[in-house]
C-alpha cells in the first residue's frame, strides 16, 4: 500500500547505486531496459537545457510504460527558479491528463530531485521516482532534509 512515500530508485549506470527496496530491485529487473531508454530520453532533454544556459537537467513522466510529460530545466532562462526540470513535467503531465493526483506515474530524473521538487512530487503523490546524480545539500533524498523519504509527510 501507498504510504505516501514515493519508492526512490537510483537509475543503475555502471553498478554504482543500489535500489532501494526489494519491490524496486524486482521492478528494476522488470522495467531496466524502459528505464535506461527513459533516461537516455531525459539526458537528451538536459542537453537542451545546457544549450540553452540552464543547468542540464531532464525529466520524464511515464504513466503505463509510456512517456506522457517532459521537462527541460528552465530557472535561468525563465528568471523563475521553480522552473526546475521535474516541476515542469509535472505541470506538463497535469495539464494533459488533467488531474492533480499523479500515483500512477513515475518520474525519472537526470539528477536527484531538490528540496523543493521533492514536496510537489510529494504533493502529486508520484508513486515512483528514479534518479540519476545525487545533488549533495539540497538533494530531497540523500541530504539532510530526505523530503521524499519522510515518513512523517502524508503526502
Ligand atoms: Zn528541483
Known amino acids: 500500500m501507498n504510504d505516501g512515500k514515493p519508492q526512490v530508485a537510483p537509475a543503475v549506470f555502471g553498478g554504482t547505486h543500489s535500489v532501494v527496496g526489494g519491490e524496486g530491485l524486482r521492478q528494476r529487473a522488470q522495467?531496466?531496459?524502459d528505464l535506461e531508454r527513459w533516461m537516455r530520453q531525459c539526458i537528451g532533454l538536459a542537453r537542451?537545457?545546457?544549450?540553452?544556459g540552464d543547468p542540464p537537467v531532464g525529466c520524464v513522466i511515464v504513466r503505463d510504460g509510456a512517456v506522457v510529460a517532459e521537462g527541460i530545466e528552465a530557472g535561468r532562462t525563465k528568471g523563475d527558479v521553480t522552473c526546475h526540470a521535474e516541476v515542469e513535467a509535472i505541470r506538463a503531465a497535469?495539464?494533459?491528463?488533467?488531474?492533480?493526483?499523479?500515483?500512477?506515474?513515475?518520474?525519472?530524473?537526470?539528477?536527484?530531485?531538490c528540496i523543493l521538487c521533492s514536496y510537489v512530487i510529494r504533493h502529486h503523490r508520484i508513486a515512483r521516482v528514479v534518479l540519476g546524480l545525487e545533488t549533495g545539500e539540497i538533494g530531497g533524498y540523500s541530504s539532510a532534509l530526505p523530503v521524499l523519504a519522510d515518513t512523517t509527510i502524508k503526502r
Do not use: F, N, Y
Not at 48 to 52: D, F, G, L, P, S
Not at 94 to 112: I, K, P, Q, W
Open 31 to 33: 522495467d531496466q531496459p
Open 48 to 52: 537542451v537545457a545546457k544549450e540553452r
Open 94 to 113: 497535469r495539464r494533459l491528463l488533467g488531474r492533480a493526483d499523479l500515483s500512477d506515474c513515475t518520474l525519472v530524473t537526470t539528477h536527484e530531485p
